[in-house]
């Protein structure tokens, strides 16, 4: 996705270099007359917007041109060298989005090889981006809807899980706390661990959620352990009680286009423990029975167990922990970059874990303390608002009251828009209520703020009272489904459909729409002369996109 957005840039640096050149001779027929080749030889929704393209490039004024001139202290007679130079950008600026995108170069492909077949490629090449951008389906949505990343599958290295199971059952002695065994320190599960570190069902299983075009996956082994549970009842507090906590194993979450995932692997029946992830609809908790797998997002995947109840296990869980790097194929500095920083933390954080299994002084349990502390703040935060959503609001305040009024305004419509109609691959459901639940809510100050100064009591009561029986509409209504069901539970197939009968359902059509319509509306008749344009402006564009989200339901429902 990224190196197609690129190429939008640098081969449209390069046709304006080409067009402006042209003008400048008197040539702006032969612009139009390739313009017109490329309409007839490409799909007619991709020939439309190139020509759009075109006629734009060509109506850019040349005062901008003289503007650039200025700036660099070009006479203006030199526009000629200006149009030469964005060409020549352009070509070099495609070449090094080949290189950081681990592509062929058009030095390797074409200029060593065959330059007729850079005329050729050239011709074609900005319908080609135009078409690779819109098929890029996947692109526009990923802004807005997050996708249920975890690897779930069973190994295929049987064997190497039933020797690791044996040689667990001899050397690893009961006790009242977790026992921790880094693999390859002895050659007897060093051997069987490397197996399942290289298991074809496990690569299979990432090759569903990274393509193997777009990504590399490397086994991280410095991170790998035997994690064997204690016996006994749980101790309230020591290092022990994280695993109970919910929690993200690992700080590097604002680490872009790459994540290290880890891989539980089942080594033991088990029927009790449950892993559970906050932020996935409950349907995706797993029961990690021997020789499964599930492997998530070390740096961002929410995740605890808990116990079934009346269900217990015949011996103690055992897991193996593996651990990859994920990254663009290509950048192995940059996989290996990733790969270090998370095996230097998740080493100081095993010390520091160890030193607080077994706590003995005020220091000790002090640290304990501050461990679940910070654990369970950090769980709390990132379910309810979310670090990256932090970063977005923060980049929205920074580019000025206009733009962040419109970045933190709408975001959750496109959330709803995006997500009901690329519902594959699986929707992250918890991300999607999270996210939604957050970004309505801002919007919603960002109108109160607004609103709440011009309401003069008890003259403005019937107005208040109106949009409140609208907003009163769309709240029974979610009540009536439930939040699950509110946010495309069914659609997504995480729970069944059923037939909703009471008020307002069976009465109003799309009630949750329609109130929050009826309530704007209300506003808009109520308060009007006494709206700013910018709030008039801002409530017109609500409706618009709910009435757009409405219009989706009604035209791509699945019932």
């Known amino acids: 996705d990224m190196n197609v957005f690129c190429h939008v840039w640098t081969t449209g640096l390069g046709l304006w270099g080409f067009f402006q050149l042209a003008k400048c001779f008197g040539l702006d027929a032969a612009v139009y007359v390739y313009a017109g080749l490329v309409g007839l030889t490409t799909p007619f929704f991709t020939s439309i917007v190139h020509t759009v393209f075109v006629v734009a490039m060509m109506q850019i004024p040349q005062i901008q041109v003289s503007q650039v001139a200025d700036a660099f202290d070009i006479q203006i007679d030199n526009n000629i060298y200006i149009c030469i130079a964005a060409i020549a950008i352009g070509y070099g600026l495609q070449d090094v989005s080949h290189w950081i995108f681990a592509e062929k170069t058009y030095m390797s492909t074409y200029i060593n090889a065959s330059p007729l077949k850079l005329l050729i490629h050239s011709f074609w090449l900005m319908p080609l981006v135009i078409d690779s951008l819109f098929m890029r389906y996947c692109f526009f949505p990923k802004l807005f809807v997050t996708r249920n990343r975890n690897v779930v599958e069973d190994m295929a290295s049987k064997k190497a899980v039933d020797e690791l199971r044996e ?41 569903k959620v990274f393509a193997a075009h777009h990504f590399d996956v490397k086994p991280i082994q410095g991170m790998n352990e035997i994690y064997v549970t204690a016996v006994g009842a749980k101790k309230e507090i020591n290092s022990d009680a994280v695993f109970y906590t919910p929690h993200c194993d690992g700080p590097y979450w604002f680490l872009p286009f790459a994540s290290v995932y880890r891989g539980l692997v089942g080594v033991t029946p088990n029927e009790m423990v449950r892993t559970r992830f906050n932020l996935q609809h409950e349907s995706r908790d797993q029961v990690l029975n021997m020789y499964g797998l599930v492997a998530f997002d070390y740096n961002r995947e929410l995740h605890w167990i808990d116990h079934i109840p009346g269900k217990t296990n015949k011996e103690r869980r055992s897991v193996v922990k593996l651990h990859y790097v994920v990254y663009p194929k290509g950048w192995h500095w940059y996989g290996n970059l990733v790969a270090y920083l998370n095996t230097s933390y998740n080493t100081w954080a095993r010390g520091n874990f160890l030193k607080t299994l077994r706590p003995a002084g005020v220091y000790e349990y002090v640290m304990a303390w501050w461990i679940w502390l910070t654990t369970w703040f950090n769980a709390m935060f990132e379910e309810t608002i979310g670090w990256s959503n932090v970063v977005y609001v923060l980049g929205a305040y920074c580019c000025g009251p206009t733009p962040f009024l419109i970045l933190t305004s709408f975001r959750h419509y496109l959330i709803y828009i995006c997500t009901f109609g690329f519902r594959e691959p699986m929707v992250a459901h918890g991300y999607l209520m999270r996210d939604a639940k957050l970004f309505k809510t801002i919007a919603l100050t960002h109108l109160g703020r607004r609103l709440l100064p011009l309401v003069q009591l008890p003259n403005d009561i019937p107005g208040v009272l109106l949009a409140t029986a609208g907003f009163g509409i769309t709240m ?82 699945s019932y």
């Open 167 to 207: 040689w667990i059952h001899k050397n690893v002695p009961e006790s009242k706390e977790t026992t921790h065994v880094w693999p390859h320190a002895q050659k007897e599960t060093s051997v069987h661990v490397t197996q399942l570190e290289n298991d074809s069902a496990l690569y299979a299983g990432f090759r």
């Open 476 to 557: 029974l209504a979610t009540a009536r489904l439930g939040f699950v069901r509110t946010y495309f539970g069914s659609e997504l197939g995480f729970v069944k459909p059923k037939w909703i009968t009471g008020f307002p359902y069976g009465y109003i059509p799309h009630p949750m729409i329609v109130g929050q319509i009826v309530a704007y509306s209300s506003i808009l008749f109520w308060f009007q002369g006494r709206l700013p344009m910018e709030t008039i402006a801002l409530i017109c564009t609500h409706m618009s996109f709910y009435t757009i989200h409405m219009v989706q339901e009604m035209l791509y429902s």
